[in-house]
């Protein structure tokens, strides 16, 4: 699952503001906030910069497993 929403909101950044640094439409942001798109890695580059975090900050890390699985 991506982070950017989160990250985002607590960066104080709003939606508009984030299309406007990152050069995307404000529709295709909340697509992909919203998980209804898959952003191209050049995107999720441009998303990380802008925000100022690294690209696998945007990621959601998986939990291990009892047992190390």
Known sequence: MLLIRQLRERK???L???ARRSGLGV????RIE???????LSTLLQLAEVL??????LFERP???KGGQ
């Not at 529709?27 to 909340?30: N, V």
């Not at 919203?34 to 191209?40: I, K, L, M, T, V």
């Not at 100022?52 to 900050?57: L, Q, R």
């Open 12 to 14: 104080g950044v709003s």
């Open 16 to 18: 508009r503001e984030l």
């Open 27 to 30: 529709a295709t942001l909340s």
């Open 34 to 40: 919203s998980g209804e798109a898959n952003p191209r």
């Open 52 to 57: 100022g975090v690294f690209v696998g900050d």
């Open 63 to 65: 939990t291990r497993r």
